[in-house]
């Protein structure tokens, strides 16, 4: 579950104009970074709190847990992390140009490059949660399939019935990405400069 956070440590760990503890600093209190450290946040809460429901009704019993989160998304541990990827992402991107974050040997990555890194990674997990339903269902048969058929699958959405559910998973993914993509990142920096002007500022 942590290789998927470990390019974005490369691009925010390689910029020439930051230190580590500066780093750090940018990371937890710069406004203009402030959007998608909120979406960080929202998936991290998600993530643990999915996490602590799943261990502490194995803790007590031993059949299909479906309550909690659970009861609204089937894999939610997997939601979260898809969430915090995903506002890493437009942290990074909100840097801007590359070539201003000063990667060594003059490395650079677009936008676009950095948004087909987040789409590959969601698709492997997509790729996780399947071999999870599999097993699942294997292990507890009838009980999982009525499951499956009355929670949807990653996102709180469910997919029609003329569309696989995996398919309809990736075009839910797709439209994500066409929204990082278009986010209007100098306006999110002037309206963080503006309405938090006691935050650091990259």
């Keep these: 579950m942590i290789v998927p956070l470990l390019p974005y440590l490369y691009f925010l760990s390689n910029a020439h104009f930051l230190d580590f503890n500066r780093e750090l600093w940018v990371l937890f209190s710069s406004s203009d970074l402030l959007v998608g450290r909120i979406v960080v946040f929202i998936g991290i809460i998600l993530f643990f709190l999915a996490f602590g429901q799943w261990l502490w009704y194995h803790h007590k019993h031993s059949g299909l ?9 089937r894999h939610p541990q997997f939601t979260g992390i898809i969430v915090v990827t995903m506002g890493l992402t437009i942290m990074v991107l909100i840097f801007g140009d590359f070539n201003y974050a000063g990667f060594p040997n003059n490395v650079t990555i677009s936008s676009l490059g950095l948004i087909g890194l987040w789409f590959l990674q969601v698709l492997g997990y997509i790729g996780i949660a399947k071999y999870e339903d599999w097993r ?3 292990k507890f048969k009838d009980e999982y399939l009525q499951y499956k058929g009355n929670v949807p699958f990653l996102f709180p959405i469910k997919s029609p019935k003329r569309i696989p559910e995996i398919l309809f998973t990736i075009l839910l993914v797709v439209i994500l990405c066409i929204a990082i993509y278009l986010l209007p990142y100098n306006l999110i920096k002037v309206y963080s400069h503006i309405h938090f002007p006691n935050l650091y500022n990259i």
């Design 65 to 73: 847990f479906v309550k909690g989160l659970y009861s609204k998304i």
């Design 136 to 138: 699942l269902s294997k």
